[in-house]
């Protein structure tokens, strides 16, 4: 075996995958994982750890796994994050721990994410649960929104022994794990499902059905609901839309929507209620991981599917290997290509969409190369369906059901990065409400700082 | 879990329910609205409010059977449970804010067309509890479809009813009865609030603006989580984009884009009829009943 060379890990056929919403990844058997696990260098000084926004001690870990002891392995995990079946399958570790890796100098990294997502699916197969041993406290908190940071911050104060109920606004807890991320990437019932319960197990109670700012404020919880701090993760908010001629005929969605109806409201099944306007021509506007998403979902709905980004390859804010997915899986990438017109026929459904060619110019403030467009390289796509993947603006609810909670000029909630430590006291927040849209593990690494913020702050009280 | 306490069948097609809903019941006004899940596979169905009992902590909620979601809904009983019942959502009336003594000088005319009757029918009441005197009309197509006639005699200054076919109260629509009251009954109104089917709503605020009446209007668009995630409630309100679940529901019916409105409310239309005939007919339905292909 080439010890520079990674264990491969098994997928399902791009061919067959296309068509269904099974995981596209498989994962490691023990003895792929062990093998992996063995080409850890054990660092002394281990620099995968210090790029990993919730600090797992990752050589101790991996240790275990060589050593075949992968419950001992899940403990270790477990002292750092709730979520690691979650955050195996979604963090960026190529750009976190795994662009760290000592390995990775002269060959490939070690594949942290894929050891990180064998110890948990193993742990969830083999029953094991995180230990508790905290003396409880008799203080309430409360969490706003289930996403990864609620359940993130929600899990360490269990772990510290406060009495931690976390308020979702729909119907099932997850955030944007149930509704945004699909099956074919994080299964449900599984994989999502089961990293909740294991955060019940420590105490944690989820209300769902709670929207915070409507069905009761934060100041009421603080002075009638008797809960001494409150974490808000309340997640990314408003879907963004282009403002160009037609965007609002039938057809036309946020990806927000798209994936919403597909994933949290399975319309993809057949025993569920909720329809969704599949499409047999779709593109989808915008290149970041909730474009491939979207495209990916849309494709295994049956759909021929573009992908439409302003800005050409290199620039694609997605993580690689979704990118590398959406190609093997057959989404056609329309780069350098920007929507100036949503094309509408007479009974208000999209027909197509008029884009034109960019080409990069300087690169602007942010050090990224302007795209400009190319005189007179209009050109039309023939479709039934437009997937609006922009980002997001804050939801302005919270803010402004809440006195002396700040919010800067974008709408986003201010907040330490430290502490998660707001304008207002007892007032804590993290997650895509403070840094506006980012990933599950920025989310989680936001949701621990504060949790261990919420912990000062109520031990000095 | 959230229980029905009491189920009312109000015409053949329209349900009233009370269910027991603390949290919403402690904190709803009129003009905001609740999203209900009847069980596991179910839709989210945006339905507004009726009435609220902070005391009993109970909201009531009218649906017409339309949707395979609806119908299923409309089968529940007394003692049974909706999995998921979540508001307040979207913003209360404006006027709620306004002083008492501003608003006694103000005189509304509410229009209710239909199951909108619903919706209505709280407004009036709070006006009513804070002694401000409104009229409505109640506009159905026939005798059957006219719903919460004595509950809102009980709180409203004066009630008109018409139907379409003549068969209670005046004949005509409810633009026909507005006309009857301002141009032959010489009465003044300074404000109208309007809630019923697109068609209505975009009729009486072209009357309304011909006659120099401020107009609100309150819009039930397809939606999925009402907290302004998913932005399927978009609707074009002058020159600007709204979502209909956290800037409204209610807007000013002058400003309302009525026809996309109502290109964007059939959506789902053919969607949703399939999946419910397909139920309904399991293995038999093969087409050629005229709603499908």
Not at chain 1, 5 to 19: C, G, I, L
Not at chain 2, 264 to 279: D, F, P, S
Request: charged share 25%.
């Amino acid at each position: 075996m080439d010890v520079l060379k990674r264990v491969p890990v098994r997928e399902q056929d791009p061919a067959v995958r296309a068509h269904n919403f099974d995981e596209v990844c498989l994962g490691y058997s023990l003895e792929e994982a062990k093998a992996e696990a063995d080409r850890c260098l054990k660092c002394k000084n281990p620099k995968c750890q210090t790029g990993c926004p919730v600090n797992i001690d990752i050589p101790r870990f991996i240790g275990k796994v060589s050593e075949g002891d992968v419950e001992g392995a899940y403990h270790v995990i477990s002292e750092y994050s709730a979520l690691p079946a979650v955050c195996g399958r979604v963090c960026p570790q190529e750009s976190q721990c795994e662009a760290k890796c000592i390995r990775g100098i002269k060959g490939e990294a070690i594949s942290i994410g894929k050891l990180e997502r064998f110890v948990a699916d193993y742990a969830r197969e083999h029953e094991l649960r995180p230990v508790v041993q905290a003396e409880k406290k008799n203080k309430k908190v409360a969490v706003i929104g289930s996403g990864p940071a609620g359940l993130t911050c929600a899990g360490d104060l269990a772990k510290n022994g406060y009495d931690v109920t976390i308020f979702e606004a729909l119907h099932e807890p997850g955030g944007v794990l149930v509704y945004g991320i699909p099956e074919f990437r994080l299964p449900k019932d599984t994989v999502v499902k089961s990293e909740i319960e294991n955060v019940k197990a420590l105490g944690v109670k989820i209300e769902t059905n709670v929207v915070i700012g409507k069905s009761v404020t934060i100041d009421e919880l603080l002075t009638e609901e008797g809960f001494s701090a409150v974490f808000v993760g309340s997640g990314a908010g408003l879907p963004k839309f282009m403002g160009i001629p037609g965007e609002n005929a039938n057809g036309v969605f946020s990806a927000n929507e798209y994936l919403t109806r597909n994933n949290l409201m399975k319309a993809f099944t057949d025993d569920h209620d909720t329809p969704i306007a599949a499409g047999k021509k779709v593109a989808v506007v915008g290149g970041g991981n909730v474009a491939m998403d979207a495209a990916r979902t849309a494709l295994r709905l049956g759909a021929e599917v573009y992908i439409v980004y302003r800005r050409g390859e290199e620039e694609l804010p997605a993580r690689v290997e979704e990118v590398h997915h959406a190609k093997e899986e057959g989404v056609i990438f329309k780069l350098l290509t920007n929507p100036k017109e949503i094309l509408v026929d007479e009974n208000g459904w999209v027909k197509g969409m008029r884009c034109v060619q960019m080409e990069l110019g300087a690169p602007d403030a942010s050090g990224r190369r302007q795209p400009v467009e190319v005189e007179g390289s209009d050109f039309t796509l023939t479709l039934d369906t437009v997937i609006m993947s922009l980002g997001t603006s804050p939801n302005p609810l919270i803010v402004s059901t809440t006195k002396g909670l700040e919010a800067n000029r974008r709408g986003c909630i201010v907040a330490t990065e430290e502490t998660g430590c707001t304008s207002k006291e007892g007032v804590f927040a993290g997650g895509d409400a403070v840094t506006g849209a980012a990933t599950v593990i920025l989310a989680m690494g936001a949701g621990k700082a504060a949790a261990k913020g919420i912990h000062e702050y109520l031990s000095e009280k | 879990m959230y229980e029905i306490i009491r189920k009312e069948q109000l015409s053949d097609a329209i349900v009233m329910m009370e269910v027991k809903a603390e949290r919403v019941a402690k904190s709803c006004l009129p003009g905001q609205f609740v999203i209900v899940k009847i069980d596991e596979r179910g839709e989210r169905i945006p339905l507004t409010i009726c009435d609220y009992s902070r005391e009993k902590g109970t909201v009531t909620i009218v649906f017409q059977t339309v949707g395979v979601s609806t119908h299923r809904m409309g089968a529940l009983e007394q003692g049974d449970f909706f999995r998921d019942f979540v508001g307040p959502l979207g913003n209360y009336c404006e006027w709620i804010d306004e002083p008492a003594e501003e608003l006694q000088k103000k005189k509304i005319l509410f229009v209710a067309g239909g199951v909108g009757t619903a919706p209505v029918y709280p407004q009036v009441k709070w006006l009513h509890s804070k002694g401000i005197a409104a009229d409505c009309i109640i506009g159905a197509r026939n005798q059957s479809l006219v719903i919460l006639e004595d509950e809102m005699r009980a709180v409203a200054e004066n009630l008109y009813v018409t139907t379409d076919d003549g068969s209670y109260g005046m004949k005509g629509n409810v633009n026909d009865c507005i006309k009857k009251l301002v141009r032959e009954e010489n009465k003044s109104y300074d404000m109208v609030v309007a809630i019923g089917p697109l068609i209505m709503m975009k009729f009486v605020s072209l009357l309304t603006k011909e006659l120099g009446i401020p107009t609100i209007v309150s819009l039930n668009p397809i939606m999925v989580d009402g907290t302004g995630m998913c932005g399927a409630c978009r609707v074009a309100v002058g020159n600007e984009i709204k979502f209909a679940c956290v800037d409204g529901p209610e807007f000013d019916g002058h400003l309302v884009d009525f026809d996309q409105a109502m290109k964007r409310q059939q959506m789902y239309k053919t969607e949703e009829g399939r999946r419910y005939l397909k139920e309904k007919e399991g293995a038999t339905h093969h087409g050629g009943c005229g709603h499908c292909e």
